[in-house]
Protein backbone atom coordinates (compact mmCIF):
# COMPACT_ATOMS: atom_id res chain seq x y z
CA UNK A 1 0.00 0.00 0.00
CA UNK A 2 1.21 3.60 -0.79
CA UNK A 3 1.20 6.46 0.89
CA UNK A 4 -1.44 8.07 -0.81
CA UNK A 5 -3.13 4.44 0.00
CA UNK A 6 -2.34 5.20 3.34
CA UNK A 7 -3.58 8.64 3.72
CA UNK A 8 -6.96 7.80 2.32
CA UNK A 9 -7.94 4.88 4.18
CA UNK A 10 -6.97 6.65 7.31
CA UNK A 11 -8.82 9.61 6.20
CA UNK A 12 -11.91 7.70 5.50
CA UNK A 13 -11.56 6.10 9.18
CA UNK A 14 -11.63 9.06 10.64
CA UNK A 15 -14.94 10.29 8.39
CA UNK A 16 -16.35 7.12 9.61
CA UNK A 17 -15.68 7.61 13.46
CA UNK A 18 -16.77 11.65 12.94
CA UNK A 19 -20.49 10.15 11.06
CA UNK A 20 -20.91 7.46 14.17
CA UNK A 21 -20.40 10.27 16.84
CA UNK A 22 -24.05 11.37 17.31
CA UNK A 23 -25.07 7.55 17.54
CA UNK A 24 -22.31 7.20 20.06
CA UNK A 25 -23.18 10.46 22.10
CA UNK A 26 -27.22 9.45 22.32
CA UNK A 27 -25.56 5.73 23.60
CA UNK A 28 -23.35 8.05 26.74
CA UNK A 29 -26.38 9.79 27.39
CA UNK A 30 -28.90 7.05 27.32
CA UNK A 31 -25.85 5.08 29.82
CA UNK A 32 -25.66 8.41 32.15
CA UNK A 33 -29.46 8.33 32.96
CA UNK A 34 -29.56 4.28 33.44
CA UNK A 35 -26.51 4.38 35.06
CA UNK A 36 -27.90 6.92 37.92
CA UNK A 37 -31.10 4.28 38.18
CA UNK A 38 -29.21 1.30 38.70
CA UNK A 39 -26.37 3.21 40.69
CA UNK A 40 -23.45 1.39 38.60
CA UNK A 41 -21.27 3.51 36.52
CA UNK A 42 -18.60 0.82 35.51
CA UNK A 43 -19.90 0.86 31.81
CA UNK A 44 -20.32 4.68 31.86
CA UNK A 45 -17.28 5.41 32.54
CA UNK A 46 -15.31 2.81 30.35
CA UNK A 47 -17.78 4.36 27.24
CA UNK A 48 -16.25 7.83 28.10
CA UNK A 49 -13.03 6.21 28.50
CA UNK A 50 -13.20 4.38 25.25
CA UNK A 51 -14.23 8.00 23.76
CA UNK A 52 -11.20 9.67 24.87
CA UNK A 53 -9.05 7.58 23.82
CA UNK A 54 -10.58 6.68 20.09
CA UNK A 55 -11.20 10.22 19.33
CA UNK A 56 -7.12 11.35 19.90
CA UNK A 57 -6.17 8.51 18.03
CA UNK A 58 -8.14 10.21 14.87
CA UNK A 59 -6.83 13.97 15.89
CA UNK A 60 -10.41 15.12 17.33
CA UNK A 61 -8.58 16.72 20.17
CA UNK A 62 -11.42 18.41 21.23
CA UNK A 63 -13.86 15.76 21.61
CA UNK A 64 -10.99 13.92 24.12
CA UNK A 65 -10.64 16.99 25.93
CA UNK A 66 -14.46 16.77 26.66
CA UNK A 67 -14.69 13.26 27.48
CA UNK A 68 -11.57 13.76 29.39
CA UNK A 69 -12.84 16.69 31.49
CA UNK A 70 -16.24 14.27 32.30
CA UNK A 71 -14.08 11.18 32.97
CA UNK A 72 -12.49 13.91 35.68
CA UNK A 73 -15.45 14.98 37.09
CA UNK A 74 -17.06 11.05 37.07
CA UNK A 75 -14.12 10.02 39.51
CA UNK A 76 -14.46 13.05 41.96
CA UNK A 77 -17.69 11.96 42.20
CA UNK A 78 -17.69 8.38 42.44
CA UNK A 79 -14.98 9.33 44.95
CA UNK A 80 -17.19 11.81 47.15
CA UNK A 81 -20.28 8.92 46.44
CA UNK A 82 -22.20 11.84 45.07
CA UNK A 83 -23.37 10.17 41.93
CA UNK A 84 -27.23 9.84 43.01
CA UNK A 85 -27.59 13.16 43.54
CA UNK A 86 -29.68 15.30 41.05
CA UNK A 87 -27.13 17.73 40.56
CA UNK A 88 -24.36 15.34 39.40
CA UNK A 89 -27.39 14.26 36.62
CA UNK A 90 -27.16 17.84 35.49
CA UNK A 91 -23.53 18.34 35.21
CA UNK A 92 -23.14 14.69 32.75
CA UNK A 93 -25.77 15.75 30.94
CA UNK A 94 -24.47 19.25 30.17
CA UNK A 95 -21.30 17.22 28.86
CA UNK A 96 -23.41 15.75 26.64
CA UNK A 97 -24.22 19.00 25.21
CA UNK A 98 -21.27 20.07 24.62
CA UNK A 99 -20.27 17.13 23.30
CA UNK A 100 -23.52 17.02 20.84
CA UNK A 101 -22.98 20.58 20.24
CA UNK A 102 -18.64 19.94 18.67
CA UNK A 103 -19.99 16.98 17.13
CA UNK A 104 -22.76 18.89 15.01
CA UNK A 105 -20.11 21.75 14.72
CA UNK A 106 -17.00 19.08 14.04
CA UNK A 107 -18.86 17.33 10.92
CA UNK A 108 -20.51 20.87 9.43
CA UNK A 109 -17.09 23.11 9.45
CA UNK A 110 -14.72 20.77 11.15
CA UNK A 111 -14.20 23.65 13.05
CA UNK A 112 -14.81 23.50 17.09
CA UNK A 113 -17.45 25.77 19.03
CA UNK A 114 -15.27 28.94 20.51
CA UNK A 115 -16.41 28.48 24.01
CA UNK A 116 -15.58 24.36 24.78
CA UNK A 117 -13.14 25.40 26.58
CA UNK A 118 -15.06 28.29 28.89
CA UNK A 119 -17.96 25.49 28.89
CA UNK A 120 -16.17 23.14 30.16
CA UNK A 121 -14.38 25.29 32.69
CA UNK A 122 -17.85 26.26 34.41
CA UNK A 123 -18.46 22.49 34.77
CA UNK A 124 -14.93 21.55 35.99
CA UNK A 125 -15.30 24.09 39.02
CA UNK A 126 -18.75 23.18 40.31
CA UNK A 127 -17.20 20.22 41.14
CA UNK A 128 -13.44 21.70 41.60
CA UNK A 129 -13.45 24.90 43.29
CA UNK A 130 -15.85 24.26 46.27
CA UNK A 131 -13.63 21.13 47.85
CA UNK A 132 -10.73 21.99 50.20
CA UNK A 133 -7.29 20.73 49.83
CA UNK A 134 -6.66 19.37 53.38
CA UNK A 135 -3.31 17.95 54.67
CA UNK A 136 -4.13 15.86 58.03
CA UNK A 137 -0.80 14.89 59.72
CA UNK A 138 -1.28 11.93 62.48
CA UNK A 139 0.40 9.30 63.62
CA UNK A 140 -2.54 7.15 64.40
CA UNK A 141 -4.49 5.62 62.13
CA UNK A 142 -7.29 5.35 64.56
CA UNK A 143 -7.30 9.14 64.64
CA UNK A 144 -6.51 9.73 60.78
CA UNK A 145 -9.95 7.94 60.54
CA UNK A 146 -11.66 9.76 63.14
CA UNK A 147 -10.66 13.29 61.50
CA UNK A 148 -11.77 11.66 58.17
CA UNK A 149 -15.16 10.55 59.14
CA UNK A 150 -15.83 13.97 61.38
CA UNK A 151 -14.98 15.87 57.93
CA UNK A 152 -16.69 13.54 55.76
CA UNK A 153 -19.94 15.66 54.85
CA UNK A 154 -18.06 18.70 53.47
CA UNK A 155 -16.09 18.57 50.06
CA UNK A 156 -12.46 17.67 51.25
CA UNK A 157 -8.95 16.08 49.14
CA UNK A 158 -7.65 14.93 52.08
CA UNK A 159 -3.77 14.09 52.19
CA UNK A 160 -2.75 11.94 55.25
CA UNK A 161 0.59 11.32 56.72
CA UNK A 162 2.26 10.15 59.57
CA UNK A 163 5.36 11.81 59.62
CA UNK A 164 6.07 15.52 60.64
CA UNK A 165 8.52 16.18 58.09
CA UNK A 166 6.94 14.40 55.30
CA UNK A 167 4.18 16.27 56.25
CA UNK A 168 6.82 19.62 55.70
CA UNK A 169 7.54 18.25 52.58
CA UNK A 170 4.04 18.08 51.25
CA UNK A 171 3.59 22.14 52.59
CA UNK A 172 6.63 23.27 50.72
CA UNK A 173 5.46 21.25 47.18
CA UNK A 174 1.63 21.38 47.23
CA UNK A 175 -1.23 24.31 48.21
CA UNK A 176 -3.46 23.31 51.10
CA UNK A 177 -6.37 25.58 52.48
CA UNK A 178 -5.94 23.54 55.77
CA UNK A 179 -3.67 21.88 57.95
CA UNK A 180 -4.52 19.33 60.88
CA UNK A 181 -1.81 18.03 62.78
CA UNK A 182 -1.17 16.43 65.78
CA UNK A 183 1.22 17.42 68.17
CA UNK A 184 2.88 14.08 68.55
CA UNK A 185 4.36 13.57 65.04
CA UNK A 186 7.31 11.40 64.56
CA UNK A 187 10.69 13.49 63.73
CA UNK A 188 9.13 16.90 63.35
CA UNK A 189 6.46 17.38 66.09
CA UNK A 190 3.12 19.61 65.14
CA UNK A 191 4.78 22.64 66.72
CA UNK A 192 8.14 22.69 65.32
CA UNK A 193 6.19 21.58 61.97
CA UNK A 194 4.13 24.86 61.95
CA UNK A 195 7.08 27.02 63.12
CA UNK A 196 9.06 25.73 60.16
CA UNK A 197 6.49 26.65 57.89
CA UNK A 198 6.18 30.22 59.44
CA UNK A 199 9.37 30.80 58.65
CA UNK A 200 9.69 30.44 54.80
CA UNK A 201 8.64 32.32 51.99
CA UNK A 202 5.92 30.01 51.00
CA UNK A 203 2.10 29.80 49.39
CA UNK A 204 1.76 28.01 52.66
CA UNK A 205 3.35 30.08 55.04
CA UNK A 206 0.00 31.13 56.34
CA UNK A 207 -2.45 28.39 55.96
CA UNK A 208 -5.47 27.57 58.63
CA UNK A 209 -4.09 25.50 60.78
CA UNK A 210 -5.66 23.20 63.71
CA UNK A 211 -3.08 21.09 66.39
CA UNK A 212 -4.84 18.40 67.91
CA UNK A 213 -2.86 16.97 71.00
CA UNK A 214 -2.95 14.47 74.27
CA UNK A 215 -2.09 16.91 76.23
CA UNK A 216 -3.32 19.80 78.74
CA UNK A 217 -4.37 22.49 75.72
CA UNK A 218 -2.96 25.00 77.97
CA UNK A 219 0.30 24.15 78.69
CA UNK A 220 0.93 24.32 74.76
CA UNK A 221 3.85 26.87 74.16
CA UNK A 222 3.58 28.30 71.18
CA UNK A 223 -0.60 28.26 70.96
CA UNK A 224 -0.57 31.96 68.98
CA UNK A 225 0.97 29.33 65.60
CA UNK A 226 -2.60 27.64 65.56
CA UNK A 227 -5.63 28.56 64.66
CA UNK A 228 -7.19 26.10 66.61
CA UNK A 229 -6.22 23.31 68.95
CA UNK A 230 -8.40 20.59 70.25
CA UNK A 231 -7.89 17.46 72.71
CA UNK A 232 -8.20 14.29 71.18
CA UNK A 233 -11.07 13.72 73.43
CA UNK A 234 -12.84 16.78 71.17
CA UNK A 235 -12.10 14.69 68.11
CA UNK A 236 -13.79 11.42 69.44
CA UNK A 237 -16.61 13.74 70.57
CA UNK A 238 -17.41 15.16 66.94
CA UNK A 239 -16.25 18.78 67.78
CA UNK A 240 -14.17 19.06 64.73
CA UNK A 241 -16.54 19.16 62.29
CA UNK A 242 -17.75 22.49 63.55
CA UNK A 243 -14.74 23.98 63.83
CA UNK A 244 -13.46 23.35 60.32
CA UNK A 245 -17.10 24.79 58.63
CA UNK A 246 -16.66 28.44 60.63
CA UNK A 247 -12.68 28.23 60.14
CA UNK A 248 -13.30 27.68 56.48
CA UNK A 249 -16.64 29.29 55.81
CA UNK A 250 -18.48 26.20 55.04
CA UNK A 251 -22.21 25.89 55.73
Not at 187 to 193: T, V
Not at 204 to 212: G, W
Not at 235 to 246: A, C, D, Y
Amino acid sequence: MNEQSVTDLLEHLRDGFLSDMPERVTKIEDEVMSSRDAGSYDELFRMVHSLKGSAGSYNFYEITKIAHGMEDVMLALMERNEFNEASTLDILLQFIDILRDTTESLISTENAPLDIDERLEVLRDQIFTEALNVLVVEPSKLYASMIQYNLEGMSINFTFTQDGLQGLNNLLAQKYDLLITSLENTRLNGDALVAALRLVHNFNKHIKTILITSRDVDKIANKDDFDAILDRISVKNGNLTEIVKEMMGKN
